[in-house]
């Protein structure tokens, strides 16, 4: 089993930043790509980017592309997004996943709450 836990949520004012951490423990983030997720108020979930087990691959959802960036530290076993220009539209509850397929996520995390004022 792997458990997987969020810190770095908050209120922020549009433009501003948020680092979101996802700590790993029981099994080792290197092994599996690591997903981060939202889901807005009345939203259905949507993907908002990964990394592949390797570090050495990104993926992006387009509305977020060269605003944030993922990256993780398998010595740490931690994953990374870092969050620039935020915009109102990005408040949601952010979540980390691991999966061990591309596209399938078997472990997640409780969600972190991100909240961006106008």
């Known amino acids: 089993q792997m458990q997987l836990v969020e810190t770095g949520g908050g209120s922020v004012k549009a433009g501003g930043s948020l680092r979101l951490s996802c700590a790993a423990s029981?099994?080792?983030?290197?092994?599996?790509?690591m997903g981060w997720f939202r889901q807005a108020p009345g939203k259905e979930r949507e993907f908002v980017g990964s990394?592949?087990?390797?570090?050495?691959?990104?993926y992006y959802k387009d509305s977020v592309k060269g605003r944030f960036t993922i990256s993780k530290d398998n010595a740490k076993n931690m994953v990374y997004l870092q969050m620039n220009s935020l915009k109102p539209e990005d408040t949601a509850v952010y979540s980390c996943?691991?999966?061990?397929?591309?596209?399938?996520?078997?472990?997640w995390g409780q969600g972190t709450q991100v909240t961006v004022s106008s």
């Open positions: 029981g099994r080792a983030v290197s092994i599996y790509n």
């Open positions: 990394i592949s087990k390797s570090g050495g691959s990104t």
């Open positions: 996943a691991a999966g061990f397929i591309n596209g399938k996520y078997d472990y």
